[in-house]
Nanobody, 126 residues
Framework: VQLQASGGGLVQPGESLRLSCVAA????????MGWWRQSPGKEREFVGA????????EYSDSVKGRFTVSRDNTKKMAYLQMANLKPEDTAVYYC????????????????????WGRGTQVTVSS
């Protein structure tokens, strides 16, 4: 599975941005899709994820209510719609694909993701 995120850029606080992730995978709808981010000097952190069919989403507390994760299985695409961006959202954003173990109850575990794309830089600054 190959993933490529795009759509990053420089925006001002309060603005919106949509990231896209295209997957080269014949069985795209078998994977959960997650978004992660990493700022300089910090560990990679979970942002949000969407289930295989797109009927369930999960978010970190820091983005809940501002970010929306979605997917289009017919296009093999995942999206991260970001609104009301803040300077602390500045990071390199990565999309990732994986699957849940039978006992997993969250999509926020790094070990659930086997495939990672190259990141796209998002900078929020006035």
């Amino acid at each position: 599975v190959q993933l490529q995120a795009s759509g990053g850029g420089l925006v001002q606080p309060g603005e919106s941005l949509r990231l896209s992730c295209v997957a080269a995978a014949s069985d795209f709808n078998n994977y959960i899709m997650g978004w992660w981010r990493q700022s300089p000097g910090k560990e990679r952190e979970f942002v949000g994820a969407v289930s295989r069919r797109g009927d369930s989403t999960e978010y970190s507390d820091s983005v809940k209510g501002r970010f929306t994760v979605s997917r289009d299985n017919t296009k093999k695409m995942a999206y991260l719609q970001m609104a009301n961006l803040k300077p602390e959202d500045t990071a390199v954003y990565y999309c990732a694909a994986g699957w849940l173990a039978r006992t997993d109850r969250t999509m926020s575990l790094p070990r659930s993701y086997a495939y990672w794309g190259r990141g796209t830089q998002v900078t929020v600054s006035s």
